[in-house]
């Protein structure tokens, strides 16, 4: 009886020992990890997974709110590379003001990383990057006049140089897509110039605790498995040597041990995540909208949903960046719900006969 009293004591113990700071600890170690995840997925550009990292991320930072000031660096990080994200997405709102584009969010952001960035020449080169970027954008989608407020908005905002100022101004009035200066200062330089900060970064910040704590367990777990797998190899040469007679008869396994493919959806779209502005110190609502796979059974496909204006503004945004035909290439940039290039095709149609398009 002591000694049952005695485990019971223990295991008392045990369970109090995870208070509310045990549990902020570990969930700054998952911080770290999604951390980590949305830098790498930044680095592969994998819009997708970097969404889905994203709304985890977000998750962990609404959990460890009481505490979110140790980790505000790191969650503005992500917040900007979020915009840079969803930069040539020119109807994604970040703020509150409708005009604000993904990349205008983003200076707003990068202003306030400067202590962050050991080189101060990558601070004022990616600051460049993004104002250069977002006028470019706008003019590439034919939006002239939002290239112009755009201008005005960073001289308003953010310390526009003089000299940048003029080059942009002078770009815009010629309407000049293809100008030089707009293709030295690309959308490919920008990411990679971002991609040497953050490498710089997380050499002076780890945040690989638990990713290196993961790793060692799946190398512990996956050394287990194959001598397992040798040990189990030995044994069936041995059985095959002792009764030799048996060698034309194979046994016939009723339910595989390896449970792969409990269910195989024929079709199953990614997840879109639409992202809202940033608060203080962590993001706010993160809407996922995740489609619904059909399973093997639910064999018939549900047909798409009706046509929304947000995917009417998609297709005519991608008409006017593309051109009329190419749908293959618009439905790269957008996220139609499951839409084929023929159905862009007949909406457009739609559109044309309604008088919303010419």
Known sequence: MEVRKSSEDGDKVDRSVISPRVTAVSAGWMLDFMFVSLCRRFEERQFDQFNEALSVFEAICVHLRPESEKYEEKIMISAFLARV??????????????????????????????????????????????????????????????????????????????????????????????????????????????????????????????????????????????????????????????????????????????????????????????????????????????????TEIQKKRKPPQKWTSQLDSYLKAGVRRHGLGKWSRILQDYDFEGRTGTMLKDRWRVLLKAHEVS
């Open 85 to 294: 994200m969803h930069g040539k997405q020119l109807d994604v709102q970040f703020e509150q003001e409708e005009e604000v584009m993904p990349l205008m969010s983003a200076t707003k952001i990068w202003s306030k990383l400067e202590d962050t960035v050991a080189d101060k020449s990558v601070f004022k080169n990616v600051a460049t990057l993004l104002i250069v970027q977002c006028v470019t954008l706008c003019l590439e989608n034919g939006e002239h006049s939002c290239a112009s407020s755009a201008i005005k908005w960073f001289e308003n905002n953010q310390s526009l140089p003089q000299n940048l100022r003029v080059k942009l101004t002078t770009v815009v009035t010629k309407r000049d897509t293809y100008h030089p200066f707009l293709r030295s200062f690309s959308f490919s330089r920008l990411l990679e110039t971002i991609q040497s900060y953050l490498d710089s970064y997380l050499e002076r910040n780890p945040s690989d605790y638990l990713l290196k704590a993961a790793t060692e367990m799946a190398l512990s777990s996956r050394s287990t498995e194959e001598l397992k797998d040798d040990e189990t190899q030995e044994h069936t040469e041995e059985a095959n040597t002792e009764s030799p007679e048996k060698e034309h008869k194979t046994k016939r396994k009723l339910l595989s041990t390896k449970m792969t493919d409990l269910w195989n959806p024929e079709s199953c779209k990614k997840p879109c995540v639409s992202l809202k502005r940033l608060s203080k110190n962590a993001f706010s609502e993160l809407k996922c909208e995740k489609s619904k796979g059909t």
